[in-house]
């Protein structure tokens, strides 16, 4: 029988048309006369009724178990008694034909949203897991994201090209995954991390403006949004300026929430420089959706006698602090909850300060004159119900301790609107981090980011000053796209790589092909690449990346459902000239 519609789409219009359907059966309920059949695909639900006056398909019906998967004809009715949480709940099909197309096991968990199932049998039996309608629909999502993203990418003249998967293994911040060559035994190519440099190179050849929903690949440590492969939309294009491009980006961006979320969101978004996302919020993808800002207190403490402000100020540490605002304030218990907290991101302790009852209780108030205890509290502006959290550390510790600590109270406080929609471009990034293991610089973004134009002189005698032509688009606290301007001549780029330790013959051996390219007349070039799996996340509320991914790897790489990674023969190995060691 052929289909004529979906499960989830028989809606009241179909009242007295005869439909033809097919789907797993999501549960089965047989009340003696009637057996009634909840009918699924992927999208969504609808009632069936088979009656013991047509015999023979109710001998059918009394054949069939959850997950058959079955073909209905019959005729769509009113519904008695109206089911508001699917959309097909006013109408039920009075059934006149069914078959049974396959049987099915019993499933190791049940298919519905609701049930709370081990991860791990999850992903073991993933394609089960993709049944359930909140996953079939991430997917829908996803689907209908990357059209509209591609139809306005188009529509702005951009042109999608596919870049190479085997290519050089290249030094780019993480580990590459690599994969032997067969034909040239001793050699390997490297899954891309990203697209990075040949999308440089084909501003070089004069495309003018590139797209690609891209496959990377990087091989370290996993997380809840992070994924061993992953998927970003990377885009490039010549002659920008940083404005009209953010505007173009925008764009894309209004254009995918108004079509996939039906939600219109405000622009241009606001720019927020990387230094003062660091101080006042400890994060270079600050939420914004509520204060809990961090003051640095210093300057009133710097005198202080107290030890633990004392210590790390007089080696170039900081003491900063966040205020937060609760009708009962913290109890004791609660204090040392959040003291455990911030020892987790490196801090040795925290300090704090309440106002109750208008009097200042605090175990550090007898260590600090009352000009430093007035000081603190005036430039916090505490007043009653308040509480001042302080960490006094290194400054990297400080803002990342004391940045984690404001989502973690805004979430237990519930300070946290969900409904609100923050956006903003964080800019002007450092570009060089110092890595103390490796005894050098590190590009902080990658060695191709181009240097603001007012800061290249400092490249040569101090790249600690060096700000990049970096951006980032944050939304609620999250980056789902980075980006820079890039180094377009050789004679630069040659700099940043000596500035990150690389000799011009390490530099020829890793990037040759780069530089010669540059050297070709080079247009100016920048670009951007959105985390295509971190913006589902956001599209469909969910804080784990397994969720928008097909099939899914778990945290230590492996595919449960397919037993990946997995040992090869002996006849691979030796065709690779390849030995392993136990």
């Known amino acids: 029988m052929e289909r004529t519609h979906y499960c989830g789409n028989v809606t009241e219009e179909f009242i007295g048309q005869k439909v033809s359907i097919k789907g797993w059966v999501a549960k089965r309920r047989d009340l003696g006369s009637l057996i009634f059949l909840d009918l699924r695909d992927r999208e969504g639900i609808v009632q069936c009724v088979i009656n013991n006056d047509n015999p023979e398909a109710f001998q059918v019906g009394e054949k069939i178990r ?42 190791p968990f049940y298919i519905t949203d609701e049930s709370d199932v081990d991860p791990n049998l999850r992903l073991k039996h993933r394609y089960l897991d993709l049944r359930r309608p909140k996953m079939l629909n991430n997917l829908m999502v996803r689907s209908k994201t990357a059209k509209v ?25 993480a580990r590459d995954y690599v994969v032997p060559s067969r034909i040239s035994p001793g050699s390997f ?44 939309v990377d885009i490039e294009v010549s002659f920008p300026s940083r404005d009209s491009f953010f505007t173009l980006m925008e764009g894309l961006v209004k254009d995918v929430f108004s079509k996939v979320k039906g939600v219109e969101i405000q622009t241009p978004f606001k720019h927020m420089d990387y230094q003062e996302a660091m101080n006042k919020y400890g994060s270079d993808k600050p939420d914004t959706r509520f204060g809990l800002e961090i003051n640095d207190i210093s300057e009133i403490v710097k005198g202080s006698e107290f030890k633990v402000f004392a210590s790390p100020l007089s080696s170039g540490g900081t003491v900063r ?50 000009e430093e205890l007035q000081g603190i509290i005036t430039q916090m502006e505490a007043t009653d119900g308040d509480t001042i959290l302080i960490v006094a550390d290194t400054i990297k510790v400080t803002l990342q301790s004391l940045g984690a600590l404001r989502i973690h109270i805004a979430k237990k406080l519930n ?34 980011t181009s240097p603001l134009a007012e800061d290249v002189h400092l490249l040569d005698t101090d790249p600690t000053k060096v700000r990049a032509n970096a951006y980032d688009m944050v939304y609620n ?63 469909v509320d969910t804080e784990n990346i397994r969720d928008v991914i097909a099939f899914p790897k778990t945290t230590s790489a492996s595919d449960l459902m397919t037993q990946a990674p997995s040992t090869i023969d002996e006849k691979q190995l030796e065709e690779l000239k390849i030995e392993t060691v136990k």
């Open 189 to 232: 190519y490297a899954l891309p991390q990203s697209p990075q440099l040949f999308k440089q190179l084909l501003m070089v050849s004069g495309l003018d403006r590139y797209y690609q929903i891209a496959r990377c690949f990087r091989d370290e440590d996993l997380r809840a949004d992070r994924q061993p492969e992953f998927t970003q």
């Open 66 to 107: 959850g997950e058959y998967v079955v073909e209905v004809v019959g005729e769509v009715v009113e519904r008695s008694s109206a089911n508001p949480n699917i959309k097909t709940g006013k109408i039920e099909i009075i059934v006149e034909k069914i078959n049974i197309l396959n049987t099915a096991n019993t499933t």
């Open 477 to 539: 606290g999250q980056e789902i796209a980075g980006g820079s301007i890039r180094i377009h001549e050789d004679e630069i780029q040659k700099k940043v790589f000596k500035a990150i330790g690389l000799t011009e013959e390490m530099a020829q051996e890793k990037f040759g092909f780069l530089l010669e390219g540059l050297s070709f007349g080079a247009p100016p070039h920048g670009g951007i690449a959105f985390g295509f799996d971190r913006l589902i996340m956001e599209m």
């Open 415 to 448: 300070l946290i609107d969900n409904k609100l929609m923050k956006f903003l471009w964080v800019v002007n990034f450092p570009m060089f981090d110092y890595d103390e293991e490796e005894d050098r610089y590190v590009a902080a973004h990658h060695p191709f």
């Open 321 to 370: 602090a966040i205020k937060a605002s609760s009708t009962e304030g913290f109890s004791r218990k609660e204090i040392d909850e959040l003291t455990d907290f911030v020892k987790r991101y490196g801090a040795k302790g925290l300090a704090w300060i309440a106002i109750k009852g208008g009097e200042v209780k605090s175990p550090i108030a007898k260590f600090l004159s009352e």
């Open 149 to 173: 993203m591609r139809d306005y990418l188009d529509n702005h003249g951009f042109v999608e090209v596919e870049t190479p998967i085997l290519t050089k293994s290249t030094p780019e911040g």
